[in-house]
């Protein structure tokens, strides 16, 4: 071999052993070096994080009963992209979307139509990814339904999932609130606390407590990780990396849900009543009068001592548990439209009423407050002198009312009906008007006295603002004065053509007419703080929020916002004009307190004192406000209360009698206590379905009905009947034994009549 061969062997020798050498640096390298980052990179390829949204806290009665929880229940849910990716044209979606509507309306329990699933699936807050929910409390054999047939119905889950349960129905709806799923726009402008984050489409607070106390209710999210494959589909789940969720803190109100119900159900008597009515026709008169439609009304109950709300009721009302899931479209406009009385509007802290007569007790504080009585036309407090009916304003000329009535100088009281010997306390006993258009033109008139002192006083016992009750969109009310007309004017003169004021603008303000609104919840604080000697509180719905466990996290004593000036001698004057009220046989309340034939109760007042006012509120067009606010027992008052019934008459008529039956049954009779929405549903049907499984269980085939029955286990939809006789409805339990008792013995009675015959 010669040395030129030699030479080349070496060099491809040199070559081979430098490519060798690479080589295995390069696997090295890959092997040793890299294997961490390989690893991290392969972990996230085949794990994903789904988040846990946290259950809300409850929320409580002051006696510590679950009004508002959670539940499991069986939702339908369309993934986006899965159902997009099926391609289907226009005719074949609308097919497979009206077959989800058929199969769930017959599995559930609400009716669902295409055109709400339609609603869903195009909803922006969805992502593309997303599992839309469009229908909630199915039947499970939906999950086998879909299930099979996967490939029909591409992306169609039946999914188990915790949500918002109201557990009385529709009791306190307006004071509770409603929760839905977290919008656009809410996304981009809520703060959350630190650590309970938001994502699009959490169920969140929209009204009432469960907006207001948002934060508190709302828990932390956590996160469990599951390994998926290539295609996406989940392997199994991390359980060592599962971080729980934590639940929302309780929120304990004041309200008691007995007397809650006792107020809606009574209110909603009075409405009812009101539309049965008859309005009285006006002999002389050739305009028909308004019907009594009655479309809602509020009633405030109040703790004089504390400010606590006891019971506030609304309406119509609504269920919140429609809200779960998002209210469908066509119910959500039926809740918020105008021609359906609007049931989601809380009457008691949105509603502005005229307060009529019950009024007239701050303006007998402004005319005490500023030194009326006994100058120009107003007699002494305690001087009496007969009211003939009418009141001629001293601006105008001439003296005879003929003369002056065209000039709209004349004001009258209710049918112009005279009152004889009425001093400051019988003016209240008996509302005579003419006594209160007195006090309001000579306060206006008279230089001495402050011109705006009836609405000064008003003030001073929360009217005209807002009393900062523990719930949101609260209404202001108004007390008209002689500016802020003027403004107004000034501001938008199309709006408001008129900018000046007259006395017989003070002469209606004096009887709560005119352009004076409260709202119900003004009107029962005003007469909470008269009755507690004076201390103006902010009404309060919540007592304290709590940790799951118990623990306190904050509490809400009384709130003073402001001490009124009462002199004890008015005060003694006018308990006497309000006690009469409802004790004189001439007191405009008295029927309601002594008579079972007018509405009313036959209340023990000799006993149990109370103060109260009526109040019938003009309404151009309508029919009158009927109002009624009182507090009892006037030397210890436990309850102040504040009826408003829309469009309902005279306040003596419907108003104070249904005050008159609440304050029977707190003070005296006791009440009863309140039934759950699945016993109030169970009581609904329970007749019907013992007839009906009666026929059943004393069939042939009568207990093959009932088979497989778990009678502790709580049905998914409708109630059970069980071979015990008892129907269940959602863990709820009506015992309809006797009833079948009751139904055999009818039943063998009509036998025995076939056989005789």
Partial sequence: MDDLTRYRMRVVAVVAISLFAALVARLWYLQVITT??????????????????????????????????????????????????????EEQRLQVLTRIAIEVNRSGKELLKTIDIEAALDDPAYGLYDDVPVAVDVGEDLLIFFGERSDQYPGIRVVDSTVRSYLYGNLASHLLGWVGPLNDTEYRNRRPPAGKDYALRDEVGKSGIELLFEDDLRGVAGGRVVEVDRLGRIVRERDDLFLAPITGDDVVLTI?????????????????????????RDPDSEEEPPDFDAPGGAVVVLAPGSGDVLAMGSYPSYDPNESIGGFRVDRWNELNDPANDLPMFNRAIQGEYAPGS????????????EGVFGTGRVKPAEEPWDDPGYYVLQSCSGTEVEDVEAGGCVFRNAKSAPNPQVDLERSLTVSSDVYYYTIGESIYINPIHNETGIQDAAEDYGMGLRSGITLPFEQDGFLPTPQNREQRHSDNPTAFPYGDWYPGDNVNVAIGQGDVLVTPVQLANAFATFANGGTLRSPNVVSSVRTRDGDEVRDFGPRQMATVDIDPEFRDIALAGLSGVTSDEHGTAYWAFNSEATGGVYFPVDRVPIAGKTGTAEVRGKADTSLF?????????????????EEAGFGSQVAAPLVARLLKAVLVDGIEEAPTAAVSYARSVALPLCVDWYQWITGEDSLGHLEGSDPTADPTSGPVLDADGRVRVRGEVIDCTRLLEDVAEVLEGLDALREGA
């Avoid at 946290?54 to 409580?60: E, T, Y």
Wanted: no cysteine; aromatic share 8%; hydrophobic share 45%.
């Fill in 256 to 280: 008691d849900i007995d007397l809650q119900y006792l107020v809606e159900t009574e209110l909603e008597r009075a409405v009812f009543a009101a539309r049965s009515r008859e309005p009285e």
């Fill in 629 to 645: 606010a009182a507090f009892g027992p006037i030397e210890q008052p436990t309850h102040a209360i504040a009826a408003v019934i």
């Fill in 358 to 369: 019950t009024f007239k007790l701050f303006t007998a504080h402004a005319a005490w407050h």
């Fill in 36 to 89: 961490e980052q390989a690893v991290a990179v392969a972990e996230q390829n085949v794990t994903r994080e789904i988040r846990v949204t946290a259950p809300r806290g409850r929320i409580l009665d002051v006696q510590g009963r679950v009004l508002v929880g959670n539940r499991i229940t069986t939702m339908v849910t369309i993934n986006r992209r899965e159902f997009d990716q099926a391609d289907f044209d």
